[in-house]
T-cell receptor, first 113, second 111 residues
């Protein structure tokens, strides 16, 4: 069963607009929530991450909003640029003896100039 | 992709042939992972390693085996390739387990 559900599958935003990608999880044992960015032909790279003890984390134009009670978190890209066009993956981490990441299915973002 | 290389970067093979993909790291990270990426499925974990000769299965391990005889190398083997194993394969490394660093990927086409 899918541990992390991500939406939308694809997103088209005009330059300067706000891009919003949403993720939901079921397992309350998850304790770390990263977002990865992947450009065509490249491997995913860590973009920003949050822990459940805070509701928001901002790094430049990228912000994670976290709602622990709803078991949801989202990525907001402010002032979206054509260079932000990429595939974005949310993930959830469960720390344990053999901790691992569970990835969402990805969102393909296209920012039109 | 610094510190992680994958070889080959592209491969075309025929159904029923064995295939081995190599992941090599220079970061001395303890944990190594193999994922496959397919449209609509995102990244799915095949196998992972938590030390030399210590490996475990991920969610899509059927038809794959792995080996790790040295800290720096993690091999993924398709014993008898099938068309359903056509995919892009990514290796990842981690020291903290929370944060993973991905290699450049290997595109595999099974005809």
């Amino acid at each position: 069963q899918q541990q992390v559900k991500q939406s939308p599958q694809s997103l088209i935003v005009q330059k300067g607009g706000i891009s919003i990608i949403n993720c939901a999880y079921e397992n309350t044992a998850f304790d770390y929530f990263p977002w990865y960015q992947q450009f065509p032909g490249k491997g995913p790279a860590l973009l920003i991450a949050i822990r459940p003890d805070v509701s928001e984390k901002k790094e430049g134009r990228f912000t994670i909003s976290f709602n622990k009670s709803a078991k949801q978190f989202s990525l907001h890209i402010m002032d979206s640029q054509p260079g932000d066009s990429a595939t974005y993956f949310c993930a959830s981490y469960r720390g344990s003896t053999l901790g691992r990441l569970y990835f969402g299915r990805g969102t393909q973002l296209t920012v039109w100039p | 992709d610094a510190g992680i290389t994958q070889s080959p970067r592209h491969k075309v093979t025929e159904t029923g042939t064995p295939v081995t993909l190599r992941c090599h790291q220079t970061e001395n990270h303890r944990y190594m992972y193999w994922y496959r990426q397919d449209p609509g499925h995102g990244l799915r974990l095949i196998h992972y390693s938590y030390g030399v000769k210590d490996t475990d299965k991920g969610e899509v391990s059927d038809g794959y085996s792995v080996s790790r005889s040295k800290t720096e190398d993690f091999l993924l083997t398709l014993e008898s390739a099938t068309s359903s194993q056509t995919s892009v394969y990514f290796c990842a490394i981690s020291e903290s387990r929370e944060t993973q660093y991905f290699g450049p990927g290997t595109r595999l086409l099974v005809l």
